[in-house]
């Protein structure tokens, strides 16, 4: 960042921040051996002001498209536009986007103070107001009495709040995290997460986050882009994507699946009906084509032990289970199907005893 950006950092040191701008992908790919791409050519729109998730496994192509956006990688074809400002061409420094490391990427021979002063050094800043920028990021991390502290001394979420205060320091435009918690125990990772929910917030911060995790996924984004093998599977908001995947990899990767085929039997204006080896069931899902192949997507939780005759109800049998303390969980079968369900709370059931089930129609989800 050049001396001249100084001025735009005013913003956050008074506790105001801007609306951040969109940034939008146009036709991105990019390989780095002849033909073995990377990214397929991708659109991709994130709104101001969004958490934004790019989800998927190892090697999908998630922390590059990251750095692209950043300007660290340069994309074989396509645009990468800020409020609508073409910014291709244009190197990491000029972007005013400030990136957050799964490795913390911290100085040890530098105080925590100096550590979040560098980007603001960098830009030529001078005191006072260096000091109230490193102080307010400081605080807005909940480390203002560690400023005399080395990174060694801390811990791995305290390093990570640093890390994160020296990029909230510069009052970037965009905020990148390339899976920022990885190194974290669980614990931390789940008091991480609502703190870096809340500062996106506060700060009404446009924040796009790599990450393989499903739970940090679901439970932090607005919204989610789920990625495999270089190509956008599906674009929605958590819900959307856990309660209606496009295909069974987005519902794979989103949590625990039971699958089985299907066939349709008729489709109307609310309900459609299909033959599974369980016996006939309606789903509120709509889709088209009699007579149709497909995939029936039904999560666990959604299946319910009920003794009634209601529709889409069906006998099984008890195969095992396993309890987790807030759930169990039970393999049951079904003319030869096996499925899984999760059960909250715990009751005590007998391996080999017949039981009734049912799924309400609107979670019964149909995959072409």
């Known amino acids: 960042m050049k001396k001249g950006a100084v001025g735009k950092i005013a913003p956050f040191l008074l506790g105001v921040q801007k609306i951040m701008p969109a940034v939008n992908i146009k036709g991105v790919s990019k390989r780095y051996m002849p033909g073995n791409p990377v990214l397929l050519p991708l659109d991709l729109c994130v709104n101001s002001g969004e958490l934004f998730f790019l989800l998927g ?21 396509g645009t990468v536009s800020f409020d609508h400002k073409d910014m291709t061409g244009m190197p990491p420094e000029k972007r005013q986007t400030a990136m957050v490391f799964q490795n913390y990427a911290l100085w040890p021979h530098m105080t925590v103070y100096e550590n979040v002063a560098f980007g603001l ?26 400023h005399d502290r080395k990174p060694t001394s801390l811990s791995g979420g305290q390093q990570q709040r640093v890390a994160l205060a020296r990029a909230l320091a510069v009052n970037p435009k965009i905020l990148l995290l390339d899976e920022p918690l990885s190194n974290l125990d669980a614990r931390l990772r789940d008091s991480m997460r609502v703190e870096i929910r809340r500062i996106c917030k506060e700060r009404r ?6 990450t393989h995790d499903r739970k940090e996924a679901l439970s932090m984004a607005d919204r989610i882009a789920v990625i495999d093998r270089g190509a956008i599977q599906q674009t929605g908001t958590p819900e959307e994507l856990y309660r209606r995947p496009a295909n069974q990899f987005v519902a794979s990767f989103l949590g625990e699946c039971n699958f089985m085929p299907g066939t349709m039997l008729s489709s109307g204006k609310n309900i459609t009906a299909v033959e599974t080896a369980i016996g006939t ?83 019964v989800v149909l995959l072409k």
Do not use: H
């Open 121 to 146: 050094n960098a830009a030529g800043m001078k005191n006072p107001e260096l000091d109230r920028g490193v102080k307010a990021a400081l605080e807005t991390v909940q480390l203002g009495d560690y």
């Open 281 to 363: 069931l309606t789903s509120t899902l709509q889709t088209s084509g009699d007579n149709t192949k497909i995939t029936v997507l039904i999560r666990p939780e959604n299946i319910l032990f009920d003794d009634s005759t209601s529709s889409n109800s069906f006998e099984a049998v008890i195969e095992d289970g396993v309890f987790l303390g807030e759930a169990a969980i039970w393999n049951i079968n079904s003319n030869g199907c096996r499925l899984t369900v999760t059960e909250l709370g715990f009751k005590a059931r007998t391996p080999g005893r017949k039981c009734r089930f049912s799924i309400a129609a609107e979670n």
């Open 57 to 77: 496994p190892s090697g999908c192509g998630k922390s590059t498209l990251l750095r692209i956006i950043a300007g660290f990688v340069r994309p074989d074809s």
């Open 205 to 210: 911060l446009t924040a796009i986050y790599v």
